[in-house]
């Protein structure tokens, strides 16, 4: 009996050594570091072979670009990798690209967004973070602002800002200065942006510590690093890293705070003083909350939008709830950021690659010369200029400011022969496209001939898509050109842009998925 208590008592006291409950914890840690790798094989989708947990965010340390080229030499046109433990596929086939943005539209109408904690946040109501037909709703309120009648009445301002452009390369040429082109451009894009959303006059080219200039800048280029801090939520599990990524400093708040303080002020003294109203973005968006207040030009010009977009309960989205002042103010600021980088960086490239490149420099000149003479650039003159567009469309091809895009599987669906799993982040690498020898023999190489009419016509569709495509094409792209050939024209026609010991080629990248130079962009300016 007293043998039976004993053994009874050893079986209760009964303890794992600490090194069986060790092994069982590395090994469930193990699991849960392999299991999400098994979902794109299921699907017999080739690509890296993931490290536990991270899965191929290591490869990253690299401009997006060249990850994506690397990835498609080595798997093919269409690869899967991880981001953390999130799956994403990678689709270089142009034929697939078509059906993925336009033909199966309907499947793929929002861009994708990892899982996250919900926050109340403007970053939340931008154009490019709605989805379905709230965002098909907010995009036939903002099309018109960017119709041909908009662009015409907005030339006049882009030209105030190309007039103070032109003042700074007069004295950068005076005095035999080595310029980063891309802060002066940056300035004249600034401007432009001020006049034709806000209606307020900056002059940042002037006055570069203006805080509205400040606080741009300052956010594009946090965000930058901040997306360093969203990684760590494809890692997950969130419950453990958002109370980390939380206790970390957040330098962007103050200027986010100061934009959307600033587009909430600007908001409100429209709607108090109707003297104060000018026909630019906040004004249509505006005007878009009480649909009366839109003339009759503008009403079509959103029908039409509407109706390509096919929205379907269009009474819930306008009639009965209009704009929020919430949504006004995010896409304020999205225009603000957006712009501000974007068209900067483009007028960088190609003085750049004008720069070095004088023949084709000269024949611009001389295209321009020809043809507008001593005409001041507007809307409709800088488009009879087509060898301009050519090295325009040039320049984004070889430096697409957003190296890739990414769109959302609603449902499962099979493409081509491919299938692609619900809730599935699809990337498009534009930069790997356009840096593709299939498409583009010798792609490093700077040709506009490439984009001559015939050139066009004949080369394969979705191998050129520097501002994505389908109905998500990026909004703003009209007044991009038109900043874009202004700027050029007036530029080229009084000066030249010539190398500087400091110019690079080739230029060196920033990591990530924003194309911009590193050591910024040396040139000199010399008048003709």
């Excluded at 995010?330 to 750049?352: D, M, N």
Aim: hydrophobic share 40%; charged share 25%; glycine share 4%.
């Amino acid at each position: 009996m007293e043998s039976i208590m004993t053994n009874n008592s050893n079986t209760n006291n009964f303890v794992f050594p600490n090194y069986v409950i060790v092994c069982i914890f590395l090994i469930l840690l193990y699991i849960y570091g392999r299991w999400p790798f098994y979902h794109l094989r299921k699907y017999k989708i080739p690509g890296p072979e993931p490290t536990i947990f991270i899965g191929s965010l290591h490869k990253f340390r690299k401009q997006a670009g060249e990850f994506d080229l690397q990835t498609i030499h080595k798997y093919g046109k269409v690869a899967g990798y991880y981001l953390g433990r999130v799956p994403s596929i990678l689709i270089a086939d142009p034929n697939m690209l078509k059906d993925i943005c336009v033909k199966e539209f309907s499947t793929f109408t929002n861009r994708y967004s990892s899982p996250r904690i919900r926050r109340k946040s403007v970053f939340n109501s931008f154009l490019t973070a709605i989805k379905d037909d709230h965002w098909k709703f907010m995009r036939s309120v903002l099309a018109p602002t960017f119709s041909s009648r908009r662009m015409r009445e907005m030339a006049p301002l882009v030209q105030k800002a190309v007039q103070n452009l032109k003042e700074n390369f007069e004295s950068f040429a005076v005095n035999e200065e080595e310029v980063d082109i891309v802060n002066v451009f940056s300035a004249y894009t600034m401007d432009v942006i001020a006049s034709t959303a806000f209606g307020i006059e900056v002059n940042s080219q002037k006055t570069p510590e203006n805080p509205l200039v400040k606080h741009a800048r300052s956010i594009f280029r946090i965000n930058i690093l901040r997306s360093l801090f969203v990684l760590l939520f494809l890692i997950r599990p969130i419950w453990i890293v958002y109370p980390l990524i939380v206790l970390l400093p957040s330098p962007f708040k103050k200027s986010t705070a100061f934009l959307q303080e600033f587009c909430e002020n600007v908001i409100s003294v429209r709607k108090r003083d109707k003297s104060k109203a000018r026909d630019d973005l906040l004004q249509l968006m505006l005007s878009a909350q009480l649909e009366t207040s839109l003339d009759s030009e503008t009403k079509a010009e959103i029908k039409d939008e509407v109706e390509s977009l096919k929205i379907e309960n269009l009474q819930d989205w306008k009639m009965k709830r209009g704009l929020k002042d919430e949504e006004v103010v995010a896409q304020s600021i999205l225009f603000l950021i957006a712009g501000y980088e974007t068209t900067s960086a483009t007028l960088s490239f190609l003085a750049h690659s004008l720069a070095l490149n004088t023949d084709i420099q000269e024949k611009l000149y001389n295209e321009v010369i020809s043809i507008l003479g001593e005409e001041s650039a507007n809307y409709d003159n800088v488009q009879k200029l087509p060898y301009l567009d050519m090295c325009m469309s040039e320049t984004l091809r070889i430096y697409p400011i957003a190296s890739r895009v990414n769109r959302e599987a609603k449902r499962d669906i099979c493409i081509r022969g491919w299938t692609i799993p619900a809730e599935t982040e699809i990337v498009i690498p534009i930069y790997a496209l356009h840096h593709s020898p299939e498409y583009w023999p010798e792609p490093e190489k700077f040709d506009p001939e490439r984009f001559t009419p015939e050139a066009v016509a004949a080369r394969k569709p979705f191998t050129y898509l520097p501002f994505g495509a389908g109905p998500r094409i990026c909004a703003g792209m009209r007044l991009a050109h038109m900043e874009l050939k202004m700027a050029m024209v007036e530029a080229i026609r009084k000066y030249k842009f010539i190398p500087c010991s400091k110019t690079e080629y080739p230029i060196k990248f920033n990591n990530g998925i924003i194309l911009s130079a590193k050591n910024g962009i040396w040139l000199k300016v010399e008048r003709r």
